[in-house]
T-cell receptor, first 116, second 112 residues
Framework: AQSVSQHNHHVILSEAASLELGCNYS??????LFWYVQYPGQHLQLLLK??????LVKGIKGFEAEFIKSKFSFNLRKPSVQWSDTAEYFC??????????????FGKGTKLSVKP | NAGVTQTPKFQVLKTGQSMTLQCAQD?????MSWYRQDPGMGLRLIHY???????DQGEVPNGYNVSRSTTEDFPLRLLSAAPSQTSVYFC???????????FGQGTRLTVV
């Protein structure tokens, strides 16, 4: 079965520090890739997505992610975090099966705490 | 823009009770799904539907039923609630191919 691994359970940073959250997946075929953010007590919101084309994807609020196919990775980055980035971040993968798509598979999430 | 609407937002059930979590979307999306979110477990797929009249099981379907009589609605039924079903439940919808999923606000369910 396909799986998504997020390397860090909890990351604590000071404001203005740089962020990189790791995400690896196990499916060998074509995939759609997503990062979602969940602020405390809220629902999941899309940060960014990758379907095809430029492997460096820019999302909202200064986030970006790079798809490295050879490493099955889709790491999330932000050059300078803010206190308001405190949230839980989920990587998700949707396999494509040549014209149809599989279900969205989520990693277990990474909690980011940003100290003011 | 309503998007994906879930009701109720909070619910407390006694063990053995049944209830239905409601989910409706107004984006004419073919694909709808239910996830449960538990601490340290991420989101796990319970059931999904690729269109009206079609449903299938996800990763953790036991104890839950779904139906899809219309494109807009995808209710999740708990047949006989158990404490292990205490969780936050999210409904999501999307077009079938190459789009992101849109999530509802979630239902926090406690089974005592």
């Amino acid at each position: 079965a396909q799986s998504v691994s997020q390397h860090n359970h909890h990351v604590i940073l000071s404001e203005a520090a740089s962020l990189e959250l790791g995400c690896n997946y196990s499916y060998g075929g074509t995939v759609n890739l997503f990062w979602y953010v969940q602020y405390p007590g809220q629902h999941l919101q899309l940060l960014l997505k990758y379907f095809s084309g430029d492997p460096l994807v820019k999302g909202i609020k200064g986030f970006e992610a790079e798809f490295i196919k050879s490493k099955f990775s889709f790491n999330l980055r932000k050059p300078s975090v803010q206190w308001s980035d405190t949230a839980e971040y989920f990587c998700a993968v949707r396999p494509n099966y040549g014209g149809s798509q599989g279900n969205l598979i989520f990693g277990k999430g990474t909690k980011l705490s940003v100290k003011p | 823009n309503a998007g994906v609407t879930q009701t109720p937002k909070f619910q407390v059930l006694k063990t053995g009770q049944s209830m239905t979590l409601q989910c409706a979307q107004d984006m004419n999306h073919e694909y709808m799904s239910w996830y449960r979110q538990d601490p340290g477990m991420g989101l796990r797929l319970i059931h999904y539907s690729v269109g009206a009249g079609i449903t299938d099981q996800g990763e953790v379907p036991n104890g839950y039923n779904v139906s899809r009589s219309t494109t807009e609605d995808f209710p999740l039924r708990l047949l006989s609630a158990a404490p292990s079903q205490t969780s936050v439940y999210f409904c999501a919808s999307s077009r079938v191919l190459n789009t992101e999923a849109f999530f509802g606000q979630g239902t926090r369910l406690t089974v005592v």
